[in-house]
């Protein structure tokens, strides 16, 4: 299996060097928006301008073009930590985890992105700095930062795998946001947690894993048990993040407060566990331990 990194960096290099506002922008829906657009296709919001062509990428919370400074400072920050390399570096080695099995598989290269996100508009956002997604309709996936620092750059070689895992396990075992049940999807992100602390280290992984405590974990598992077999994303967004999230985003609420978010993303880590031993042992599908 093969890895394309795509070089953002010097994306965002060129853009600052652009000093023509409307040519930086057709230059950033260039080099970003267009291989995004059909994913981003989906991510209309009621309220939103449906001919802006910035739309999906203001619903991802992306620096956009006329944001120079922003960009200036988080580019500076992320080239200092060598990030770029280190997401290269990280992908290829996922990659390469997967070359055994590549004949499952209907494709044979993960596309990589990293973006630069807007502070402002995750300033209330639990997780902390960065977060990564993947691309339903091409094996390609993201991470973005917007607040690169000594607490997540170490863990952007974690995020690369985790995001390649899902891609994998989208393509055996096909994701459908309306049908996936709570259970499944807590299984789903623990598999590419566990991915990923196999191949770098717990240390790479996110606090809602590593921080829970055995406790917490007992108190995330009575929380959400009544839950397991409830479908749909929405409501899947729901339980994982809260209500405090949901009435944000204004997805139904489950009566379950904020704080709670952290302790039901850390059941993500022993489910994960569980389904991999089960389908090392039972199917022969991708055992995160190598």
């Known amino acids: 299996m093969k890895s394309n990194w795509i070089p953002t960096n010097e994306y965002y290099h060129r853009l600052l060097a652009e000093t023509d506002a409307g040519k930086r922008e057709q230059l950033y829906l260039e080099l970003f928006v267009e291989p995004w ?23 991802w919370g992306w620096l956009l073009p006329d944001q120079v400074a922003e960009i200036s400072t988080l580019l ?11 997401g290269r570096e990280a992908a290829v080695q996922a990659a390469a985890r997967f070359t055994p099995y590549a004949d499952r598989l209907p494709f044979d290269t993960f596309e990589g992105w990293l973006v630069l996100a807007a502070p402002a508009r995750f300033a209330s956002d639990p997780q902390r700095g960065y977060t990564g997604a993947t691309d339903w309709f091409a094996p390609r996936y993201i991470g973005q930062f917007w607040q690169p620092n000594e607490h997540n750059l170490p863990r952007l070689a974690g995020l690369v795998a ?27 992100e623990g598999m590419a947690e566990s991915f990923a602390a196999s191949l770098f280290g717990e240390e790479t992984i996110g606090f809602f894993v590593t921080e829970v405590t055995e406790a917490e ?11 397991l077999h409830e479908t749909g994303f929405n409501l899947i967004r729901s339980y994982i993040f809260g209500d405090a999230l949901a009435e944000k985003k204004r997805l139904r609420t489950i009566g379950r407060n904020a704080h709670v978010w952290r302790l039901r993303r850390g059941l993500s880590r022993s489910a994960g566990i569980f389904a991999a ?11 995160p331990g190598g």
């Open 217 to 227: 974990l007992e108190a995330a598992k009575s929380l959400i048990t009544a839950g």
């Open 76 to 86: 500076k920050t992320m080239d200092d930590a060598n990030a770029w390399e280190t």
């Open 162 to 188: 985790h995001e390649m895992h899902h891609l994998v396990r989208f393509r055996i075992f096909p994701f459908n946001p309306q049908t996936t049940t709570v259970a499944e999807y807590i299984v789903l």
């Open 277 to 287: 031993h089960r389908h090392e042992r039972g199917r022969g599908y991708f055992r």
């Open 37 to 59: 657009q059909q994913m981003m296709s989906m991510m209309q919001r009621p309220g939103m301008e449906q001919n802006d062509p910035f739309a999906g990428a203001k619903v």
